[in-house]
């Protein structure tokens, strides 16, 4: 990983002035996606024709790994440990390693990752952040390989490392080549919880952790977005 000056950052974007981008926003922290550079040729395209982004950048702080991307449809800026202040969480890739999950401090440091998946073309699905227990805490919730292990991860971070909570087996959130990810997490007056699909795709799925999935009927992307409105 290196951490790229301001005054770098700001050269190489009008270098690429064709350089695509997505960002997300909390508060006063800006975060960017891009692909400066071109693509790294990982042939992978599991995102349907989503770049393969190389930089993850702030305000005024770039971060970039040696021989991996971001795997990911766009940074999440959300605080996710409770001091007012947000963190980006995203999905990083290495080429050798295949997925892990980041997040990084406003500043551009890296505070914690989970490890990687271990093989190439392995990849990891966010599924959203929310308080998924009640207690106040705030967790990450993802999908272990939405194709292959279809594994609902969800993980805290704390003492600087990204602690695995609990893991719910037969769940997705994602199919080979969508460039976005299906369901995530609503609030519909009980507390925070995720909507994502059976492992097979034919049932819709409301999950808190620590309780049982709760089956929600048939599974078709109209009743999912109806799902997380609540209705």
Not at 22 to 30: E, H, K, P, V
Request: with cysteine; charged share 25%.
């Amino acid at each position: 990983m290196k951490v790229l000056g301001a005054a770098l950052a700001a050269l190489l974007a009008c270098s690429s002035a064709q350089a695509r981008q997505i960002c997300d926003q909390n508060a006063n922290l800006r975060a960017c996606y891009d692909d400066r550079g071109g693509p790294v040729g990982y042939d992978h395209d599991i995102l349907g024709g989503t770049p393969e982004w190389t930089t993850l950048s702030g305000p005024n702080w770039a971060l970039q790994f040696r021989n991996g991307f971001f795997e990911d449809i766009r940074p999440r800026v959300v605080d996710v440990t409770g001091d007012g202040i947000p963190e980006v969480v995203s999905v990083q890739t290495s080429r050798a390693r295949g997925a892990r999950l980041i997040v990084v401090s406003a500043q551009g440091k890296l505070l914690a990752a989970t490890r990687y998946i271990g093989q190439p073309h392995r990849w990891l699905a966010v599924a959203g952040i929310g308080d998924f227990d009640g207690d106040g805490r705030i967790e990450i919730a993802y999908v272990d390989r939405p194709h292959l292990a279809k594994q609902l991860v969800f993980v805290r971070l704390e003492a600087g490392r990204l602690r695995e909570l609990a893991r719910v087996s037969g769940l997705t959130n994602h199919r080979i080549g969508d460039d976005h990810i299906s369901g995530g997490s609503r609030n519909c007056g009980r507390g925070d919880e995720l909507i994502v699909a059976s492992g097979d795709w034919t049932r819709l799925v409301a999950v808190r952790m620590g309780a049982a999935p709760q089956d929600l009927g048939v599974y078709s992307a109209d009743r999912m977005r109806a799902a997380l409105a609540c209705q």
